[in-house]
């Protein structure tokens, strides 16, 4: 399957782990995009376009240590990296919808905290630096052990729930970001000049002649 595709799929199904609601989602996405949308205004056309650069570069996290917050950036582009289609997790604005949602929805604080704090020790233990400091290479080798459940170590256990619920995470805030609505091709909320009806295709789906 394609990233895009599992990506969208994931962003369908109910958040593992997370106690948020369909409405709290997007209490977040709107906070966010907010965020995006005065990092726009605050470049001009000559600098760079905002899928090259970090958006809102001047945000402090609110929730995440310095050392999460560059953990949950670094984990977050490697779950959504920048492809030619579209950027990445964090040109989305990802991390600051996490930092928003830990915020204002302490519940989920604790599973947030105690993952990011198992994958940095396990970084240590495998590499002698926390998870962003480790080679990409690095990296890439603890989030493969993780990634797939079926065949990871029992010892691995913890670290593949909290990857679990963290890709759940990323995807939300990704689809509900003005990159992730462009990235699937959403036409919503656009004038339309002309409307010529159901096609054929659509109406067999429905069953509708």
Not at 79 to 107: K, L
Not at 145 to 165: E, I, M, N, Q, T
Request: glycine share 6%.
């Amino acid at each position: 399957m394609e990233r895009r595709e599992m990506m969208k799929v994931l962003a369908t199904l109910p958040l593992a782990g997370w106690a948020l609601s369909t409405h709290e989602i997007a209490d977040a996405a709107t906070h966010t995009n907010a965020l995006l949308d005065l990092d726009d205004q605050q470049h001009t056309p000559s600098q760079q376009p905002p899928q090259a650069r970090p958006p809102a570069a001047n945000y402090a996290a609110k929730f995440f240590t310095a050392l999460e917050w560059r953990t949950v950036r670094v984990l977050a582009d490697i779950v959504i990296p920048r492809d030619a289609r579209s950027g990445s997790a964090t040109d989305a604005g990802v991390p600051q919808f996490m930092d928003f949602v830990m915020t204002e929805y302490p519940n989920n604080q604790a599973r947030m905290r105690d993952g990011l704090g198992w994958l940095n020790a396990e970084s240590r233990s495998r590499f002698g630096v926390p998870f962003p400091d480790a080679k990409t290479a690095e990296r890439i080798a603890l989030v493969e052990d993780l990634a797939w459940p079926a065949r990871a170590k029992p010892v691995h256990l913890p670290g593949v729930r909290f990857f679990s619920a963290f890709r759940d995470l990323s995807a939300s805030g990704f689809f509900t970001s003005r990159v992730g609505v462009k990235d699937i091709g959403y036409m919503g909320n656009v004038p339309q000049s002309s409307w010529n009806g159901c096609s054929a295709a659509a109406e067999r789906h429905i069953k509708v002649s």
